[in-house]
Nanobody, 113 residues
Framework: QLVESGGGYVQAGGSLRLSCVAS????????VGWFRQRPGEERMLVANIERGGLIDYKEDVKGRFAISRNNAEKAVYLQMDNLKPDDTAVYYCRATGNGWTYWGRGTEVTVAS
């Protein structure tokens, strides 16, 4: 019910825009977060946008990443600028609300130095 897209291979300093599109849920009532998981590490929250619009970022992406949502399109976006090799990971979106949690299958981001 959540599908991520927009990942790819970029050079350091480049940009990518990730999309997370929902289906079959009342998207507007959900808080949505972008997570990433590096090989051998736990999945970690990168950015979160609540249903009311409140936004929070992981410290090391502040000023480089921007999360936004379009409820009419049932989509959340993650604009990633000035990418660094440490940003290499699989990125997942998660929607929580109304007692439910949904995860997408992820989109891979590789940043070359």
């Amino acid at each position: 019910q959540l599908v991520e897209s927009g990942g790819g291979y970029v050079q350091a300093g480049g940009s990518l825009r990730l999309s997370c599109v929902a289906s079959e849920i009342q998207f507007a009532i959900y808080d949505v977060g972008w997570f990433r998981q590096r090989p051998g590490e736990e999945r970690m929250l990168v950015a979160n946008i609540e249903r009311g619009g409140l936004i929070d970022y992981k410290e090391d992406v502040k000023g480089r990443f921007a999360i936004s949502r379009n409820n009419a399109e049932k989509a959340v976006y993650l604009q990633m600028d000035n990418l660094k090799p440490d940003d290499t990971a699989v990125y997942y979106c998660r929607a929580t609300g109304n007692g439910w949690t949904y995860w997408g299958r992820g989109t891979e981001v590789t940043v070359a130095s």
